[in-house]
């Protein structure tokens, strides 16, 4: 593929390559020019040592041309206080935790509905498999090890997702940068323990393109089972908050149920548009009540009915469990799973919070709760087992049955809440890594920017709820598609962090091991379990992954196809430098901003552009939007730069960067204005190193002691770059080395006023800014060849098109005015 050298520059194998501190650096790069004598000669030089003896960063041939405005950016995490930790947890209640917390409500019912009670035993088995399960699952595997797998804060499956495409180059879409890799938030830290291992891996994961599309898969399957939680979540919650009243008010039958159920379930997505912060205001207290409720009427049933079940903390009543009901008790695990359901959510919604903060939650609140609660329906249950199927509302006192009701309800809505932002979360991920269509995204809060509101989605979610409701009518069948759905995603998350572990964290491989063997193996058993549910509605969440699997699949397919083709037709240099400056056309006063996907090179659409427009702005800048697998991108090193052809062209690339978790709010003055503002940056830089080269050049050193290297870069067509010296690492306060090592030279090198050549682009930047701007929008489409097979005609011609027809626009955030943008069209034969 042309061009592919240039994008895939630097992915060499493991025996070719070095690691200073974290930092991979080819053995045959010119960082390596520096030899150890040479430090020993440049330490004489009093004024270059400080400068020159810095550590070198490595670099390619896209960092040597752009010479990136932005430099190390180093964040300090700001400690919480222990006020501030405990106020996090205390709201992590309201958000995290609502899942998890309304369990009781029907896991003994689901339970027991497989393993009727004939003795102490059942009750006391059921117990010693719940209890042993979240303190095995939610408390062992997600508190101690999984949270620890964070990208930068960011729990989820494309977190982890993104936290192994920083350290292998396991991203389908080929428009990964070395240059990426200077954001601050990129930087990787790795320790040496392991090393071979993880280099090893890292290069089977890096050549291997089967491998990439697994991991791929794995992760959208994840993705597509915590979307359809997002589906189950609160019908399974409202109906079995609801269905407490069945007992209660005489005639609330069934259809009654299902009606009242779906009008919960429409003033809950009614609702959403109003942000997750404000709904979830009172969110956390009211959790906190029932988190209160439930140990208190726990610990009362536990006194007042048979505290013997405590019996059941020996794990041996498991076995005894199992050798009476045989496979009953097999079955029952598919209602035994529902205790830890949302236990997913303790990673997911990470982002909001704090590792400390959701811990110390579990650890102090809901993990004591909930086996109060479990042991006080269980001591219930052994004196009234024909009570079963409404086991939580029959064992609260008579008195406190409309408050717990209340509150009860109120939980329910909240766990439901808690999946519906993790579904939107997951799907403004999943869009920022290329995985899923572009879709109108709503930010709710000035404050928080994980709190977001996708109205397709909320609508979506709404109507396949009430579907669910309607069809199912009782919560039985919806618990097997629940247990399905949490396993699924368990099994994806332990998958990701054992990957993590042997990748990044370099573990010790027996410790490695002992993660899968330990966690996977019981959430296989529970699989196998819930698996035989498929024909008593289990088959529901696996038609929803399905069905979004393969929508992610195809658009990030289409994506890559598209991608390569407009790589591999793009515009050669030497074609540029045949039509001159004017580029074959008249030069009109303005900034021209053509929005492209390339991230290097001039795309083929600007061939058409030429082909359809008499003139051309006398600026024109190539902008590539595109997403970075890091949380967040500093506002300083958002756009990345580089100079196309000749000064006297005007034209620039540039890289507008963005975190899969940045807000793109900004309309079109204030993009301008950064993207102009950043331009400026680049134009001085790109003269201050100039003058610096020169500068270091003409110097007579005594002895010839230093020998200055520079580096002679080449772009994909092999056109000849203008030398320059290598960047070097941030010094302590801040500044580049480079430009520390300027302040050496004569004024007249750094200024600006006596640069007739900077200060020529400078102006001419400034005039044509006040002349405006110009948004050339690239539109391009994919169709497959005539001799394709027909799977992949169906894909790319119909499928993939009829989403790239529905899809938001790529430039829509910035509402530019129509009399602004000028648009062409270009088909690709892939």
Request: aromatic share 12%.
């Amino acid at each position: 593929m042309e061009g592919g050298d240039t994008i895939e520059e630097g992915t060499r194998s493991s025996a070719e390559s070095r690691w200073v501190d974290g930092s991979e650096v080819d053995s045959d790069s010119p960082l390596f020019a520096f030899q150890e004598d040479d430090k020993v000669q440049l330490q004489e030089q009093g004024g270059l040592r400080r400068r020159l003896l810095k550590k070198p960063k490595r670099v390619d041939s896209f960092d040597v041309e752009a010479m990136g405005i932005a430099g190390f950016h180093k964040s300090h995490d700001q400690d919480v206080s222990v006020w501030g930790t405990l106020a996090l947890a205390f709201q992590t209640l309201g958000v995290v935790y609502g899942d998890l917390g309304t369990s009781p409500l029907y896991v003994f019912s689901d339970v027991f509905s497989k393993v009727p009670i004939k003795s102490e035993i059942d009750v006391l088995g059921a117990l010693s498999l719940v209890m042993y399960t979240i303190t095995l699952i939610p408390f062992a595997k997600y508190v101690f090890i999984v949270l620890k797998a964070n990208d930068n804060g960011e729990g989820g499956s494309f977190a982890l997702y993104s936290l192994i495409c920083r350290y292998a180059k396991v991203n389908l879409l080929p428009n990964q940068q070395r240059a990426d890799e200077q954001i601050s938030s990129f930087q990787l830290k790795l320790p040496t323990p392991e090393l071979e291992r993880a280099l090893n891996i890292k290069e089977c994961l890096e050549r291997n393109s089967s491998l990439k599309t697994l991991l791929l898969l794995l992760v959208l399957m994840g993705t597509s089972m915590i979307i359809g939680d997002g589906i189950l979540t609160p019908a399974m919650s409202v109906m079995s908050a609801v269905s407490g009243l069945q007992g209660e008010i005489t005639g609330f039958d069934t259809d009654a149920v299902v009606l009242v159920s779906v009008v919960f379930l429409i003033g809950l997505f009614c609702i959403q548009s109003f942000g997750s912060g404000k709904v979830g205001f009172l969110f956390a207290p009211a959790l906190a009540l029932w988190f209160f409720s439930l140990g208190s009427i726990g610990l009362f049933n536990l006194i007042t009915h048979d505290i013997s079940v405590l019996r059941a903390f020996n794990p041996y009543y498991i076995y005894l469990f199992f050798k009476k009901n045989g496979v009953s008790a097999w079955s029952a695990l598919g209602g035994c799973v529902l205790c830890i359901t949302g236990a997913e959510a303790m990673f997911a919604d990470l982002g909001h919070f704090s590792v400390r903060s959701i811990q110390i939650a579990f650890t102090c609140v809901v993990f004591p709760c909930l086996l109060l609660a479990y042991l006080g329906q269980a001591a219930f249950l052994m004196k009234n087992p024909i009570s079963v199927e409404r086991v939580f509302y029959d064992s609260v006192p008579r008195v406190l049955f409309w408050p717990v009701f209340v509150i009860a309800t109120l939980a329910a809505m909240i766990a439901s809440q808690a999946m519906i932002s993790a579904t939107y979360s997951c799907i403004k991920q999943s869009m920022a890594l290329g995985c899923f269509p572009r879709l109108k995204i709503i930010h709710t809060s000035r404050k928080f920017m994980g709190q977001i509101y996708i109205p397709v989605i909320n609508w979506f979610l709404m109507i396949m709820c009430i579907v669910v409701v309607a069809s199912f009518r009782n919560t039985n069948d919806i618990a097997n598609a629940y247990g399905i759905a949490e396993v699924g995603v368990m099994l994806v998350s332990t998958a990701l962090v054992t990957l993590v572990m042997l990748l990044i964290w370099q573990t010790n491989l027996l410790k490695a091991l002992c993660f899968p063997l330990v966690f996977g193996t019981v959430e296989l058993i529970y699989l196998s379990a819930v698996l035989t549910k498929i024909k008593e509605g289990g088959w529901l969440p696996l038609v929803f992954a399905f069905c979004f699997l393969c929508v992610m699949y195809a658009w990030n397919y289409g994506s890559v196809l598209k991608y390569r083709s407009e790589v591999r037709e793009k515009i050669s240099t030497d074609f540029m430098l045949e039509l001159s400056s004017t580029l074959g056309t008249v030069r009109v006063p303005g900034i021209g901003l053509l929005y492209n996907e390339l991230v290097q090179g001039i795309p083929s659409i600007f061939g058409q552009f030429l082909l359809c427009l008499p003139a051309i702005q006398s600026t024109v800048v190539f902008v590539c939007i595109k997403y970075v697998p890091v949380p967040m991108v500093p506002q300083e090193e958002r756009f990345h730069f580089r100079r196309i052809c000749p000064k006297d062209y005007h034209m620039f690339q540039c890289v507008a960067r963005y975190g899969y978790k940045d807000i793109r709010k900004e309309d079109h003055h204030t993009f301008e204005q950064l993207l102009v503002e950043s331009l400026e940056k680049f134009l001085r830089k790109e003269a201050r190193d100039l003058a610096l080269e020169s500068g270091i050049m003409d110097m007579d050193f005594e002895n010839e002691a230093v020998q200055p290297r520079s580096v002679v870069a080449t772009n994909a067509e092999g056109e000849l770059r203008v030398p320059l010296l290598l960047n070097y690492e941030v010094d302590e306060i801040g500044a580049s080395t480079s430009e520390s090592a300027g302040s050496m030279l004569p004024s007249s090198a750094m200024s600006s006023e006596e640069d007739p050549s900077l200060e020529y682009e400078l102006s001419a930047l400034r005039e044509a800014m006040d002349s405006g701007f110009t948004y050339l929008l690239a539109h391009g489409d994919v169709r497959a060849r005539k001799d394709s097979f027909f799977i992949k005609k169906l894909v790319i011609n119909y499928f993939y098109a009829f989403l790239r027809r529905n899809c938001r626009a790529g430039a829509a955030n910035l509402r530019v005015p129509h009399s602004n943008v000028m648009r062409v069209g270009m088909t690709y034969m892939v």
